[in-house]
């Protein structure tokens, strides 16, 4: 059974920094991928950042570009969202996902609260 536990979340100040973790259990993602999306109140969840487990190629929505940094350790089958120069506007319940197929989406974690008050 694959899961796919995220921590990390919490609240901050604009301008702070939080670092999300999600680890991976039940499967590795080579050949494949993971990502990151999130979901603020009265919205539709939308896609954050993802990466190639293999290449490590990265891609990233426009709104966070530059502020934000996805990474993986492969021992560790975890992957991470850095975010810096965080914004009210960033505040979300941010979910894990990962795929059986790179940018397929099969796999999703529970999400973790990113607020981030002004």
């Known amino acids: 059974q694959v899961q796919l536990v995220e921590s990390g979340g919490g609240e901050v100040q604009a301008g702070g920094s939080l670092r999300l973790s999600c680890a991976a259990s039940g499967r590795t993602f080579s050949g494949a991928g993971m990502g990151w999306f999130r979901q603020a109140p009265g919205e539709e969840r939308e896609f954050v950042a993802d990466?190639?487990?293999?290449?490590?190629?990265?891609n990233y929505a426009d709104s966070v570009k530059g502020r934000f940094t996805v990474s993986r350790d492969n021992a560790k089958n975890t992957m991470f969202l850095q975010m810096n120069s965080l914004k009210p506007a960033d505040t979300a319940v941010y979910y894990c996902?990962?795929?059986?197929?790179?940018?397929?989406?099969?796999?999703w974690g529970q999400g973790t609260q990113v607020t981030v008050s002004s």
């Open positions: 996902t990962g795929g059986r197929m790179w940018r397929t989406y099969d796999y």
């Open positions: 990466i190639n487990w293999s290449t490590c190629s990265a």
